[in-house]
Every structure is written in C-alpha cells, then in structure tokens.
C-alpha cells in the first residue's frame, strides 16, 4: 500500500471513529481525536444560536459541545456518505433536530469537511441549511427575508459556475476572486485566479464533454458558503463516457465573487487514473 493509500485510510478511520464516538455521546473520547490548534469552523448567527461560530481550541470545542446539548436535542443524525483523499474527507447527510428554546424541529443535509493530520482532527468545518435554522428559532421576519436573498444571489452564483463549465466558456475567471483557493483531487491546493485557467484547462485535456444534471442539485446554505451534491455525466477524449457521477462542491462567495471553490468527487472516471495528476 503506497503512503497516499495509508494517508487515506488513516483519514477514513479517524473519522469514523470521531461519528462513532460522537453516537455514543463519548464527549471525552471525541476530543481525544481533536489537535491541540484545530481549526472549527461551523458558520451561523451566534446571537440565535450560541453554539455556532468558530473555535482554537479543545477547551472551547468541548464548550461547542456543552452549549448544543443546552440547547439542541438531536433526534437524527444520518452519514449518508463518506469521501476520504489522503487527509481530507467530506461527509455528506441528513439531521433533525428539536431546537428547546422554541420547541420546533430543525431539519437540514449537512456537509462535513476533514482536515487530519498524524492521527488527529486538524480542520472541522459543518455546514447545515442557515435559512430553516433561522426560521425555527426565531420569529423575525426581516432575518428570515435577508437570510433568503443572500441565499438566492448565492445560488444563481454557483449556478452560472455550471452553466458556464457545461459550455466550456473561456471567462469562468471572471466568477473568482483574485485570491480564490481551489481544490481537486489529484489536482491537489491552488490559490489565485491565473490557477483557475490552469485547472480548467487540465480538466479540458482528459474530458471532451462534461454535463451536470443542475436542476437536480441539493444545496446546503451555511452563512457565505454553498455545498452543492449532485452527479455529472460525460465523454472523455479517450472516447470513454461515464454517467451520473456523483460529487460534492464547497463554495465561499465574498463580494459577490466565488473565493473558495473544494470539489470533492473521483476523478478516476473510466479507470485511467495515471494520466489525471496535476503535480
């Protein structure tokens, strides 16, 4: 087994481990898997709900963890589907929730993102729907109009991304900021906008024709960030097609511009994997 197979299956069982355990609610066992610098990240308004936000430290994810059970009663929590590349993985599924501050009952997919490094949890980073969390714990008309359009210039964002990707337009650099980070598996961690033609253009020199099913998309709306799951279908310039594969995508969108963009999927289309490194 190569040293990027071992990364991958360490990823996949520390994560695995970190589900089970939460199951359990091991609240001790789950921060033995945390670093002492984890990077968490779960996006939101804090003011509705204190649990949300960012944390450093074991110290304050073990508060993130206190401050849920105070106010939150899960009552599904369901990994649908697990995808592991060396140290990242994404973990895609569907919760319910009894918020006890207004006794409504919040349903949402989420998405997970992964970071592991030397056997611990380096990055954590939940993504669920903020439009319905807002609307049950919170009576306010104006934040639930102001959530919706944010949500809605988002999508149309990421929607034209597809749209555009589909016809092969030359101006995809125009959606991005200058700074834009960008992942692909086998493509590996890029930033900036010149990297953007960079992996358009390798992805264009192993697939003649490429086709999301958009109108089938799920989206998760978490704050500036947009995971979008879905499937692709298309022809490799080998001639090969491939159908209906499925993917997860990450977005952040600042200034009205894509800034982050993770695709997660497996590029291994047609089992020519050798000829698709990008390093």
């Keep these: 087994m190569n040293t990027k197979s071992n990364t991958t299956e360490e990823t996949r069982a520390i994560v695995e481990q970190f589900y089970k355990r939460r199951s359990l609610n091991d609240i001790d066992a789950v921060i033995d898997l945390i670093a002492d610098d984890i990077k968490w990240e779960i996006p939101g308004d804090k003011d ?17 963890f206190s401050l849920q059970k105070q106010y939150v009663k899960s009552l599904i929590f369901d990994t649908k589907q697990l995808v592991v590349e060396g140290e990242n993985a994404v973990a895609v599924g569907y919760l319910s929730s009894r918020m006890l501050k207004t006794n409504k009952v919040f349903n949402s997919h989420f998405m997970t993102h992964f970071t592991v490094k030397n056997k611990q949890i380096t990055h954590y980073f939940f993504s669920e729907d903020s439009l319905e969390l807002v609307k049950v ?5 104006r934040k639930i109009e102001e959530q919706k359009i944010k949500d809605s210039s988002a999508i149309d964002l990421v929607i034209l991304y597809f749209e555009k990707t589909d016809k092969r337009e030359t101006d995809l650099d125009t959606l991005f900021s200058e700074d834009v980070e960008i992942y692909y598996p086998k493509f590996g961690e890029a930033k900036g906008r010149t990297e953007i033609n960079r992996f ?69 289309f047609a089992g020519e994997d050798a000829e698709r490194f990008g390093y």
């Excluded at 509705?48 to 993130?64: D, I, Q, Y």
């Excluded at 109108?215 to 704050?223: A, C, L, N, P, R």
């Excluded at 963009?261 to 497996?266: A, E, L, N, S, T």
């Design 48 to 64: 509705l709900a204190p649990w949300l936000g960012n944390r450093s430290s074991k110290a304050e994810v073990r508060e993130f």
């Design 137 to 141: 714990l919170t009576e306010d008309e």
């Design 200 to 268: 358009i253009a390798w992805t264009r020199g192993f697939i003649e024709k490429l086709t999301h099913e958009i109108s089938d998309f799920s989206y998760v709306i978490s704050e500036n960030r947009v995971i979008v799951e879905g499937t692709e279908s298309g022809i490799l310039k080998s001639g090969k097609t491939f159908s209906k594969t499925r993917f997860c995508s990450v977005f952040t969108i600042k200034d009205n511009l894509i800034s982050r963009m993770y695709i997660y999927v497996d590029p291994d």
